[in-house]
């Protein structure tokens, strides 16, 4: 098989009077975190007794958070926890919690569904153990990202979270570094090269996930060889938004967007194009992508 079949999924369409080529990025879509806790929250909340929550939305796509809802599973948000009985059933998304929420759900008594993604769990367990042998942590990542402040919540929400490094100063000795798993592969770099030169003394785990890389990668591939590039996903999703960034340096005709009734707006755009690269972040169902594809290949 050619590198070039590996990494791509080529559909030529007739379009109109022309051909069109469609090239599908092979690494889009669900990634397997992101698979497994909809798939445990589907089969795990059904709840005769009480109400079934996620803790924020499953996952960064309202599409599918429209689904679950019509599945009998709401989103709460933490502030709401209260609420909460013995009878509710409540999942952990993906991205997963710090224990003190662990503990304060405890509290409340609602049955427990963990759909931490087991990649960030292992982010969990690092922190805890090198905070615990006295190491200062630093996450590259965004800070407001809720994986990031899960992780922050197993070193006691003392973590230096940073972007690139830049604003690193006074570290202590010994340091753990770790990312959000959705990080750019230079930016954990440049901050581990940024925290050598500080002097530290460095724990460094690369804790960006192969799926983000995947993604990245075929994104990055298939933005370079198109005309026009449509990036699939969730607007509050940050792995897509990133997919959206890198897509954009490649080809400036990328667009964002959330399914197939967006590019509607777009058709006219469409039609004036050889070749249409897609591709979509870690929260976006087939489903969704097969209807772009069939919205493209109607052009
Ligand atoms: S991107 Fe990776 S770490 Fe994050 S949920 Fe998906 S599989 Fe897990």
């Given at each position: 098989m050619s590198k070039l079949s590996l990494y791509y999924n080529i559909r030529a369409v007739k379009g109109g009077a022309s051909i069109k080529k469609i090239i599908v990025a092979e690494y889009a879509g669900f990634c397997f975190g992101v698979k497994r806790a909809v798939d445990i929250a589907l089969k795990d909340s059904k709840n005769k007794k009480g109400s079934s929550y996620s803790?924020?939305?499953?996952?960064?796509n309202a599409d599918v958070v429209a689904y679950l809802e019509s599945q009998g599973i709401y989103q709460i948000d933490i502030e709401e926890l209260?609420?909460?009985?013995?009878?509710d059933k409540i999942v952990i998304r993906s991205h997963g919690v710090g224990p003190d929420t662990i503990k304060r759900i405890k509290s409340l008594g609602p049955e427990i569904i963990d759909a931490t993604c087991p990649y960030v769990a292992s982010i969990h367990r690092k922190v805890e153990k090198y905070h615990s042998k006295g190491y200062q942590i630093i996450i590259v990542g965004d800070k407001d990202h809720p994986e990031v402040e899960g992780i922050n919540g197993w070193c006691d929400n003392k973590a230096w979270v940073t972007k690139d490094g830049e604003d690193l100063r006074n570290l202590s000795e010994k340091v753990c570094i770790v990312a959000q798993t959705t990080e750019r592969q230079e930016s954990f770099d440049q901050v581990v090269k940024r925290a050598t030169e500080l002097g530290a003394d460095i724990m460094a785990f690369?804790?960006?996930?192969s799926a983000t890389k995947e993604r990245q990668d075929s994104a990055e591939h298939v933005s370079k060889q198109v005309d026009f590039m449509i990036v699939i996903g969730g607007k509050n999703s940050s792995n897509s938004r990133k997919l959206y960034s890198i897509c954009k340096s490649n080809c400036p005709n990328t667009i964002f967007i959330e399914n197939g009734k967006e590019l509607k707006k777009h058709i006219l755009e469409l039609q004036e194009v050889d070749s249409i690269g897609v591709t979509a972040g870690a929260s976006t169902p087939n489903w969704i992508i097969e209807d772009v594809l069939k919205i493209l290949e109607a052009c």
């Amino acid at each position: 098989m050619s590198k070039l079949s590996l990494y791509y999924n080529i559909r030529a369409v007739k379009g109109g009077a022309s051909i069109k080529k469609i090239i599908v990025a092979e690494y889009a879509g669900f990634c397997f975190g992101v698979k497994r806790a909809v798939d445990i929250a589907l089969k795990d909340s059904k709840n005769k007794k009480g109400s079934s929550y996620s803790l924020g939305p499953l996952i960064h796509n309202a599409d599918v958070v429209a689904y679950l809802e019509s599945q009998g599973i709401y989103q709460i948000d933490i502030e709401e926890l209260d609420k909460l009985s013995e009878k509710d059933k409540i999942v952990i998304r993906s991205h997963g919690v710090g224990p003190d929420t662990i503990k304060r759900i405890k509290s409340l008594g609602p049955e427990i569904i963990d759909a931490t993604c087991p990649y960030v769990a292992s982010i969990h367990r690092k922190v805890e153990k090198y905070h615990s042998k006295g190491y200062q942590i630093i996450i590259v990542g965004d800070k407001d990202h809720p994986e990031v402040e899960g992780i922050n919540g197993w070193c006691d929400n003392k973590a230096w979270v940073t972007k690139d490094g830049e604003d690193l100063r006074n570290l202590s000795e010994k340091v753990c570094i770790v990312a959000q798993t959705t990080e750019r592969q230079e930016s954990f770099d440049q901050v581990v090269k940024r925290a050598t030169e500080l002097g530290a003394d460095i724990m460094a785990f690369n804790t960006i996930c192969s799926a983000t890389k995947e993604r990245q990668d075929s994104a990055e591939h298939v933005s370079k060889q198109v005309d026009f590039m449509i990036v699939i996903g969730g607007k509050n999703s940050s792995n897509s938004r990133k997919l959206y960034s890198i897509c954009k340096s490649n080809c400036p005709n990328t667009i964002f967007i959330e399914n197939g009734k967006e590019l509607k707006k777009h058709i006219l755009e469409l039609q004036e194009v050889d070749s249409i690269g897609v591709t979509a972040g870690a929260s976006t169902p087939n489903w969704i992508i097969e209807d772009v594809l069939k919205i493209l290949e109607a052009c």
